[in-house]
């Protein structure tokens, strides 16, 4: 059974961190890919983060490159994504997910093209949490 769930979302002030965790059921974090995601009111869902199995590589949004960092720790069956330097536009609710067909995509495709950085391809999903920022 696939269980994905988020924590870590709180207010915080503008320029200030956050580290959200996403604990993965052990078959899912095994076997997919996994990744950040982020929704903000009257917004699309966007990608933030991503990291291909057991961690061989990662790939950012353009607004998250410098300022966020995705991990796991395979001991714990969990993602993270320590955040810094946090700004308004960052407010949104944060949700972890799994690919199932990426592990079958070549590391090379997956960082030199825009394969991660696509909503579809991402199958499943868990809870969200919400991160608030102010000014």
């Known amino acids: 059974q696939v269980h994905l769930m988020a924590s870590g979302g709180e207010s915080v002030q503008a320029g200030g961190s956050l580290r959200l965790s996403c604990v993965v059921s052990?078959?899912?974090?095994?076997?997919?890919?996994m990744g950040w995601f982020r929704q903000a009111p009257g917004k699309e869902r966007e990608v933030v983060a991503a990291i291909y199995n057991r961690a061989r590589g990662t790939r950012y949004a353009d607004f998250a490159k410098g300022r966020f960092t995705i991990s796991q720790d395979d001991a714990k069956n969990t993602v993270y994504l320590q955040m810094n330097n946090l700004r308004p536009e960052d407010t949104a609710m944060y949700h972890c997910?799994?690919?199932?067909?990426?592990?079958?995509?070549?590391?090379?495709?997956?960082?030199?093209?825009?394969?991660?950085?696509?909503?579809?391809?991402?199958?499943?999903w868990g809870q969200g949490t919400q991160v608030t920022v102010s000014s």
């Open positions: 997910a799994a690919d199932s067909s990426c592990p079958s995509i070549p590391l090379g495709q997956w960082l030199g093209t825009d394969y991660p950085m696509r909503s579809d391809v991402w199958n499943f």
């Open positions: 052990p078959d899912t974090y095994r076997r997919n890919c």
